[in-house]
């Protein structure tokens, strides 16, 4: 537990810290009371309660700094996400135009073997007649 807080009663004046000293199950617990007493402003508050408000309001804190981080990963996660699907995008349009590239190019290579066919068999022709003129 850290230092106890600064508090303050009705009056806006400290609460000072105080031992129950009655005899029964809350005997030896600390409180803050009026500083007004026995004139008091009715200002009651136990000092653990105090403690764990204060600890729970930290925790609060680090949860609240904890989230803003997250939520600044999740925008910076998703700001990358949007660049990856965009080269995505352009990718797919690169790999559809070397597919129309590479059936353009399977298409000339056949027909480059079918005009050599075409020439093999028209020279073979030729000799073909020659050998049937001579």
């Known amino acids: 537990m850290g230092p106890m807080p600064v508090v303050k009663c009705h009056h806006n004046k400290v609460a000072p810290l105080q031992t129950l000293r009655h005899e029964g199950p809350t005997q030896g617990n600390r409180f803050f009371g009026c500083s007004h007493w026995p004139r008091t402003c009715g200002f009651f508050k136990w000092a653990d309660l105090t403690n764990n408000i204060n600890e729970l309001q930290f925790l609060l804190f680090k949860k609240d700094v904890e989230i803003s ?21 352009e990718l797919e ?14 298409i000339a ?17 030729w000799f073909f007649l020659l050998f049937l003129i001579s």
């Open 93 to 106: 349009e690169q790999v559809t135009e070397l597919a129309i590239e590479n059936t353009e190019t399977l």
């Open 109 to 125: 290579i056949k027909s480059a073997k079918m005009d050599k066919k075409f020439m093999v068999a028209l020279v073979l022709s």
């Open 69 to 89: 981080s997250l939520e600044y990963e999740k925008e910076e996660l998703e700001r990358n996400l949007k660049i990856l699907k965009e080269r995505e995008v």
